[in-house]
């Protein structure tokens, strides 16, 4: 029987949070307003969520005095943004390990397919796991149980043997791994409560290398 791990990009297997704050502050220092590197990344969430990046990058543009207009900065973003992703050594160890370990491995990402993509190649993930999908690419979006499917093909194998989701939004990660009677593992970088009202991960960790590790164990006989 196939053990395969379905694990969410950002947030889970790269703190996104870090890749921003890095951004922000060279951005600002180029401008000569290192004042307001802390507004960049303020201004990047709306309401707790991801701003739309259209929203986001005009209301920077407008900040800086950028003349460039949306659309071409939306084109611009991926190279600018997501090329600065970089998977820690510890965390593609684990993924090596988990795939020593007889597991099929893929890459499920809410996202622009573009700006998802820029990320997969710049951690180099193609070396690590069995297959990417990105929502934007397919239509569908997590937690709908197609995307897992797919997924999963992309891997080479089906959701029929064991399946383990890693990742870390309650609903589209959790409650979408619940949706395919997966095992479920919410990575917590930020350690918040977890929120009411949501079926529960069967564990938690507050980084991806104990989230692997905890799955291989878990498959071990």
């Known amino acids: 029987m196939t053990s395969l791990l379905l694990i969410d990009l950002d947030e889970t297997l790269v703190d996104r949070d870090a890749v921003l704050q890095d951004w922000a502050w060279e951005t600002a220092r180029a401008e000569g307003r290192l004042e307001l590197a802390d507004w960049l990344i303020a201004y990047d969430r709306a309401e707790g ?14 900040t800086f005095g950028w003349q460039q207009p949306v659309e071409q900065l939306l084109a611009e973003w ?12 510890m965390v593609a160890a684990a993924l090596r390990r988990a795939r020593q370990a007889g597991f099929r491995i893929a890459v499920v990402s809410n996202g622009d397919v573009g700006r998802q993509r820029a990320k997969i190649e710049a951690m180099r ?9 990105v929502s934007g690419e397919i239509g569908v979006r997590k937690p709908d149980p197609r995307i897992f499917e797919i997924a999963a093909e992309r ?4 959701l029929d043997g064991q399946v383990w989701v ?5 609903v589209a990660d959790i ?8 095992r479920t593992i919410w990575v917590n970088r930020s350690h918040k409560h977890w929120p009411s009202g949501h079926l529960e991960p069967q564990a938690h960790f507050d980084d991806p290398v104990r989230a692997i590790e905890h799955v291989i164990d878990d498959a071990s006989p």
């Open 49 to 62: 969520r991801v701003r739309d990046r259209a929203s986001f990058l005009a209301g920077v543009a407008a």
């Open 78 to 89: 991926p190279a600018m943004f997501g090329a600065r992703y970089q998977l820690d050594e």
């Open 125 to 133: 993930l193609s070396e690590l796991v069995d297959g990417c999908v």
């Open 155 to 158: 891997a080479g194998t089906n």
């Open 166 to 170: 890693i990742g870390d939004d309650p």
């Open 175 to 182: 409650g979408g791994g619940h949706g395919i009677n997966a």
